[in-house]
């Protein structure tokens, strides 16, 4: 896509004072300002300020809201919402309290706590990002799922990559089991040279921008060691509310359009329950009508760092189909 472009990085407060970590990457056609965001993970996120709305060119195009995953981080989504403004739509990507540079406050790491941070985050995002769409990967698909049951009429659709098709409960018999299983590894002090190392040989065919964000994922000290920005308990109190959330009521539940963007990356009985969980979904939304979609890929679980160019031509293909309500041109 030519020279890499750079998001607007800004703190906006919503309620009680939480103060959230957005990277906007305002429509091709917008008038905007613009920030460099490359800053050092140590340091303070740039604050850009006089945000213009979009054009008429680009009036009425689908905003979108994207949201990362467990532990992760808005940067994840730099190569996706990129394109996506490129192709006329304005992207806010967040990161959700606990992680990254937003606020880290002891509590509010339940689905209805993080789903009322959306809403918050929308209603101060401006006009030119109503009804968004709201795109979450992993722990952040079934994030944008619970907001979708709980408030309708403030998203046009969702779009739900690889997450928001199984529960936790289903694969281990106790909350206990779950934490003894999935707990993170204990990263804080690692060598940064350490972490690199293993994200490139691990992730050989990943863009650059993808291994960017995947670093993102932890400050970076001044001796060249990382911690992670999602702390171990708050971790465990995300991972808990996983463990207790059951996809399957709100898949009855939802009345918006949903892209289900699901990942196989070959991991036999897991992936066994996510074809049974897309297939589940998709007979759920038929039973009551909500218009659903499904389209599988194969790769690693974060598909969106990993080839962002064909997950954006996925969600920009739904949008142009009219999977979202009307087709737009494209």
Request: aromatic content about 8%; some cysteine; overall charge negative.
């Amino acid at each position: 896509m030519g020279e890499r472009s750079n998001p607007i990085d800004e703190r906006i407060q919503i309620a009680d004072g939480l103060s959230l970590r957005v990277l906007r990457w305002m429509a091709s056609s917008a008038v905007g300002a613009s920030a460099d965001s490359d800053t050092p993970a140590g340091a303070g996120a740039r604050t850009a300020t006089g945000i213009a709305a979009g054009t008429a060119a680009n009036a009425g195009m689908t905003p979108f809201v994207l949201v990362h995953g467990l532990a992760s981080n808005a940067r994840l989504w730099d190569g996706v919402a990129r394109r996506l403004a490129g192709a006329g739509h304005s992207s806010a990507a967040v990161d959700l309290r606990g992680h990254g540079r937003s606020d880290k406050p002891d509590t509010g790491y339940d689905f209805a706590t993080i789903s009322d941070d959306l809403r918050d985050l929308i209603g101060r995002l401006g006009p030119e990002f109503d009804r968004p769409i709201l795109a979450g990967q992993s722990w952040g698909a079934g994030v944008v799922l619970d907001f979708a049951v709980r408030y309708p009429g403030l998203t046009r659709g969702i779009v739900l990559v690889d997450g928001g098709l199984t529960d936790l409960g289903d694969a281990f018999p106790t909350w206990d089991v779950c934490w003894e299983r999935l707990a993170p590894p204990p990263l804080v002090g690692m060598p940064l040279a350490s972490v690199e190392g293993y994200f490139r040989s691990a992730h050989a065919d990943w863009p650059e921008e993808g291994f960017e964000g995947s670093l993102a994922n932890f400050e970076i000290r001044s001796d060249m060691t990382i911690a992670p920005w999602l702390s171990r308990e708050h971790h465990k109190a995300i991972l808990e509310s996983m463990w207790s959330q059951r996809t399957a009521a709100l898949w009855r539940a939802l009345r918006v359009p949903a892209l289900i963007l699901p990942v196989d990356g070959g991991e036999g009985d897991w992936l066994k329950a996510k074809r049974g969980g897309a297939d589940a979904a998709l007979a759920a939304t038929g039973a009551i009508g909500t218009p659903a979609r499904v389209k599988w890929f194969s790769g690693d679980h974060d598909i969106h760092a990993q080839h962002p160019a064909e997950l954006a031509e996925a969600i920009l293909q739904a949008v142009r189909d009219g999977l979202f309500g009307g087709a737009v041109p494209a």
